[in-house]
């Protein structure tokens, strides 16, 4: 059957939103946009037991900040809105009603404690064909009773009536058929009286028909609750409109053992979350990739490759390539190991190959960044930032790279001194701050040619004169290429860096 491709990223507000559910979105986007579909995004918060403040706004920047664009949903409208559950109780209740109606579903005034008290009966409990008729529903009891009972404020719920013994088939675009009997499924509630809100299961099937969803591409932890959902889809007889299904595969630990958590990430020093995230009642702060110094586009495409391949063996692919080569095909059954080293190799290339004014704006966005540029204006950030880009894996690390052009060295690393600072470097250092005085323009292009040929033509020793340069410098031996560094610096920093060490630097007894 062919019909538009609609996809729907459904997250719940319970919380930051973890880095599984950012593939599950970006697969969604992924797949949208290769099919020139439409994205939507749902809130699904009808679980207000669960609701967490400042979750959908985590949500939305998220997002935003990954540059996974949403077509329809709470802040884009749209023509199937309202786009957050919590809004849509009149429809749930009319659909609620129908199953009602049809004899598809019942209410159930079993108390929490009953039920308890059941389950300490009969042994592996569960409220199902076998045990429904042993309840307090409106399958037991007459109905002008069940009427009073509702009509008296009595809490009650609607709970699915499964048919015993059925062989459901959930069609799985990626794992193929996945079939299971009905008898392992309880009746399962829909809905509660208690804050009239409908559960989960019947907002998200409800939704999913009403917003004409092709496919629902969510993490594999819903594939459980697949068969639930291709009965309700039955039961409404949307059966011809039913999405196909699409169950991603785990994000497991970097060992392979075990699904990835919140606190792997703490543990194991990555983030597992997009952006940072402040815990509203505790405090706590779990951090996120963004604060973390990577790049939007490294983060992208680095949790693409985590379950999916284009199919060869390319890595670094553009947004555009990544949704030209999408496809279930390629997405594999097997759990994929959140590799964080490879995280952070993506971040590495992505750096690597910004321009550099692009990568000094990034830079300059953070609070170290931009205290540079305050000192000493933007294009010597860019010219500093040009020369160590590909010296690091994160954002933040530039600081320590670029540190020594803000900071003029005020103490020499002790081995570099053993090991390259003779008798007479002094000497030859002031020499050297004469022929630097004579370089016009003071450019490493000038000046690189000048002074090897000074070194060679009084035979100096070039990597300890090179090298007691750089100590002055820099304060250590270490750094991008030196005759780039001097031109950045100017001479007269130059100059004076070298008085400094000349003046200061001593032989180690
Ligand atoms: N609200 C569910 C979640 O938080 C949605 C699952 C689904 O996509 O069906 O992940």
């Not at 935003?64 to 749209?78: F, K, P, S, T």
């Not at 830079?363 to 020369?387: H, I, K, N």
């Not at 270490?478 to 630097?505: A, C, N, Y």
Request: hydrophobic share 40%; glycine share 8%.
């Amino acid at each position: 059957m062919n019909r538009p491709v609609r996809v729907r990223f459904a997250p719940s507000p319970t919380g930051p939103l973890h880095i599984g559910g950012v593939r599950t979105a970006l697969y969604n986007y992924l797949f949208a946009r290769r099919m020139g579909g439409t994205m939507i995004l749902r809130i699904e918060d009808t679980d207000r037991t669960r609701f967490v403040p400042g979750a959908e706004e985590y949500i939305n920047e998220a997002l935003a900040w990954l540059g996974i664009g949403i077509d329809e949903g709470v802040r884009e409208g749209g023509a199937y809105g309202p786009y957050k559950q919590s809004e849509r109780r009149d429809i749930y209740r009319r659909y609620v009603k129908r199953l009602l109606d049809a004899g598809k579903a019942y209410i159930a005034f079993d108390t929490p404690a009953e039920l308890e008290a059941k389950r300490g009966e009969i042994a592996n409990f569960q409220y199902d064909a076998s045990t429904r008729n042993t309840m307090r529903n409106s399958l037991t009891m007459p109905s002008d009773e069940v009427q009073r009972l509702i009509e008296t404020g009595t809490q009650y719920v609607v709970r699915f009536k499964i048919e015993p013994d059925r062989d459901i088939v959930v069609h799985d675009l990626i794992r193929g058929d996945v079939s299971i009997n009905s008898n392992i499924l309880d009746d399962k509630v829909l809905y509660k009286s208690a804050d009239d809100l409908p559960t989960y299961h019947l907002a998200n099937i409800v939704d999913d028909h009403l917003m004409e969803v092709s496919h629902v591409i969510r993490g594999e932890e819903w594939l459980p609750s697949a068969p639930l959902h291709v009965l309700l889809y039955e039961a409404f007889g949307w059966q011809d409109t039913m999405p196909a299904w699409v169950h991603l595969p785990l994000l497991l630990k970097p060992d392979g053992k075990g699904k990835l958590s919140k606190r792997d990430g703490d543990r194991l020093g990555f983030p597992v979350f997009p952006l940072d995230w402040i815990d509203p009642e505790t405090g706590d702060r779990s951090s996120g990739y963004r604060e973390a110094g990577y790049l939007p586009e490294a983060v992208i495409n680095f949790l693409a490759l985590l379950g999916w391949n284009p199919g060869d063996d390319r890595e670094l692919m553009t947004i555009d390539e990544l949704v030209e080569a999408f496809s279930f095909d390629h997405c594999s059954k097997k759990g994929a190991k959140f590799d964080f080293e490879k995280g952070k190799w993506f971040n590495h290339e992505y750096i690597s190959a910004m321009s550099d004014v692009d990568l000094a704006t990034r830079f300059a966005a953070t609070p170290r960044g931009e205290q540079c540029v305050a000192e000493r204006g933007p294009d010597y950030l860019t010219s500093a930032v040009s020369l160590v880009k590909t010296r690091v894996n994160l954002i933040g690390e530039l600081w320590e790279q670029i540190r020594f052009f803000y900071e003029a060295p005020v103490t020499y690393a002790e081995k570099d001194i053993r090991k390259r600072w003779k008798p007479d470097t002094p000497a030859i250092l002031t020499a050297l701050i004469e022929v630097l005085q004579g370089i016009e323009p003071f450019t490493a292009a000038t000046g690189e040619p000048i002074v090897l040929e000074w070194i060679k033509n009084n035979e100096y020793h070039l990597g300890n004169v090179m090298n007691a340069f750089r100590l002055t410098v820099v304060g250590e031996c270490k750094g991008p290429h030196m005759f780039d560094i001097i031109e950045v610096l100017g001479r007269d920093e130059t100059i004076s860096r070298l008085q400094r060490g000349i003046d200061t630097i001593t032989l180690p007894q």
